[in-house]
């Protein structure tokens, strides 16, 4: 399309001029008048050609300005919608920062949580094989006896009663 513009553009001209050319050689030919005849005959033509060059290429010109109106607006269109992208992708990045500095902060108080629990468990620990030791310590004398257990009462008032029978045949 372009190149057919710049081609009748460039013709145009061309035509004009050589019907100017024409048309003095015509009057310098005027004591030959079959001569002069046919250089009026070819300006003319000249003449004619070059206006039908202007007005096609003025049709061309047109058409290229409504051809450019319409890629301009479709190049604006693409660049507001590259820019709204943009812009959501940079909010996206923007919310993803925060996002992540906030589980970064949630992660610091779990790691001092676990730490507290870990000593809280190391302290219980302590206590159990303390508890344990004193329970093996306090059994230690009454290792090899034998313990019966029995009933006192009725269901309403049900007692567990423990007693050591040699005891009870020393009696």
Not at 91 to 100: E, I, M
Request: charged share 20%; glycine share 6%; with cysteine.
């Amino acid at each position: 399309m372009r190149s057919t513009h710049s081609s009748l553009e460039a013709g145009a001209p061309i035509f004009f001029a050589a019907h100017v050319l024409l048309d003095g050689l015509a009057h310098l030919a005027d004591s030959h008048p079959k001569r002069a005849k046919l250089f009026e005959s070819i300006g003319l033509v000249c003449f004619g050609v070059a206006i039908i060059t202007e007005i096609l290429a003025y049709t061309h010109s047109r058409r290229n300005d409504t051809l450019s109106s319409q890629q301009d607006k479709k190049q604006t269109e693409k660049t507001a919608a590259m820019q709204r992208e943009t812009q959501t992708l940079v909010d996206s990045t923007q919310q993803l920062k925060t996002d992540a500095q906030i589980a970064h902060t949630d992660a610091e108080g779990f790691k001092a949580k676990i730490g507290d629990s870990n000593a809280r468990a190391k302290h219980a620990e302590a206590q159990v094989a303390s508890a344990n030791a004193a329970s093996k310590d306090a059994l230690t004398p009454l290792a090899g006896r034998r313990w019966t257990s029995f009933w006192v009462g009725d269901v309403s008032t049900l007692t567990l009663g423990i007693f050591r029978p040699e005891l009870l045949l020393k009696a």
